[in-house]
């Protein structure tokens, strides 16, 4: 149960690797990233999510929901998709993340239907379908945004598509501690690539952001 997990602790390491950003930019569990700069709060950029150095057609993710549903990203075409790479274990970060997306998905009131949320697990020996489906419950979001589980081979091979890091360090300290990438990759209708947030990224920029990306 999550509950009886509640002293685990992660470190997040917050990579936009060469392909995506130009920064390396590394966080724990609980710091605030500055992925994204204090022009996003102004009125006069058109996106608040950061571009990456080259914006093109987002890489392939095809896995199964922890329900056992095969879901393809290509198959959201015409919506906005938000997708990040969390665990259900960490205390921290990743719950913000949800919780956020949760927030945001409220605010767009009836604009919520041409948006997809998108989590891929980076620990797939503990995000059981069980655990994954608690993680979910617990925050609201049961049955309003996609978590994507598989076996260790599977999720590798999305990670590195996605040039996400994720380990294990048995020496490390803090149990089960696990450093992965923590942004939210946010792809366009017709399926580019188009921005970067930050984990603590504020809900209204999504908000912003979701129309003008499922509309190009």
Known sequence: MIGDRSAR???ISILAATALCAS????????SDSAT???ADTSEQKLFGTPPNKVGPAPPLR??????QPVNLADYRGKAAFITFVYVHCPDICPVIISNMRAAQEELGAKAK???????SVDPENDTPEAVAEFLKARQMTGRMQYLIGS????ERTWANWNIVSKNDPKAKIPDYVEHSALVYGISGDGELTTLYP???????IVHDAPILAAQ
């Open 199 to 205: 984990g603590d990224f504020k809900p209204a920029w």
């Open 63 to 68: 896995l199964d929901n922890y329900l056992g």
């Open 152 to 155: 260790r081979p599977e999720l």
């Open 24 to 31: 390396l930019i590394v966080a724990g569990c609980g710091e």
């Open 114 to 120: 041409d948006v997809q949320f998108i989590a891929v």
């Open 37 to 39: 700069t204090d022009a």
């Open 9 to 11: 602790r992660c470190a």
